[in-house]
């Protein structure tokens, strides 16, 4: 949107506290993940009073199995005002369903400086760092083992839109969230577990998620 606009004018756009989530995913596959953790950190906030927006994204869809897709969450405590542009433009959180997405796939594009990376792996964050073109912009990288933590919560209930009868946080995504709510404190644990299916879940992700600093250059 803001692409061939001098800095001057961009600074017009910027909304001040705004947090943008960019969650990655494999299409089909892990759709259910990727907008539990969107949802979730979404309806977190929610209920702390704050501004809310959580979708997937429309430039996306439709998606194919295993493709690259992604979900997103906006969080503010004043009115989003840029809630009719459907992609994350600068994110603050960047988080990964799965690991072999850091390949091949620039999801670090746009993030804002101080932004976190938050990733479903049982590797340290310095090799995940690795896969990593640029990393100016990172303050943290977080790595989480999810998926030896929880199942996989594999349907499309709850896709464009339509109510979601499996509930929110089943699967990998409420532990993904429990360590993106350690590492950014973008939401308060309680109130994740508050709207997730498996609380238990979210407290697994908020204590073994493995947050290192340092990966800016």
């Known amino acids: 949107m803001s692409a061939n606009l001098l800095p001057e004018e961009q600074e017009l756009f910027v909304e001040k506290d705004l947090v943008q989530v960019t969650v990655w995913c494999r299409g089909v596959l892990h759709n259910k993940e990727a907008r539990d953790v969107a949802v979730a950190l979404a309806e977190a906030a929610g209920r ?7 979708w997937e994204n ?20 004043n009115p ?13 959180i960047v988080v990964l369903i799965t690991e072999d997405l850091i390949k091949g796939n620039d999801v670090l594009k746009g993030l804002k ?3 976190t990376l938050v ?5 340290d964050p310095a090799y995940i760092a690795k896969f990593l073109t640029d990393t100016s912009n990172l303050k943290a990288i977080v790595c989480v083992d999810a998926a030896g933590a929880a199942e996989a919560q594999a349907t499309l209930s709850g896709a464009e839109g339509a109510t979601d009868a499996t509930g929110i946080g089943g699967g990998w995504a409420a532990v993904l969230a ?9 939401v308060e644990l309680d109130s994740l577990k508050q709207v997730t299916i498996k609380p238990d879940l979210v407290e697994i992700g908020y204590q073994q998620a493995v947050v290192k600093e340092g990966f800016n250059s």
């Open 113 to 115: 400086p101080g932004g």
């Open 58 to 77: 429309y430039v996306d869809l439709p998606d194919r199995v295993h493709v690259p897709v992604r979900a997103y969450a906006r969080i503010s405590p």
């Open 48 to 54: 702390e009073g704050k501004y809310i927006q959580a």
């Open 80 to 92: 989003i005002e840029s809630k009719y542009i459907y992609e994350n433009e600068s994110p603050d």
């Open 178 to 186: 429990g360590a993106v709510a350690k590492a950014t404190g973008v």
């Open 119 to 123: 990733v479903n792996s049982k590797r």
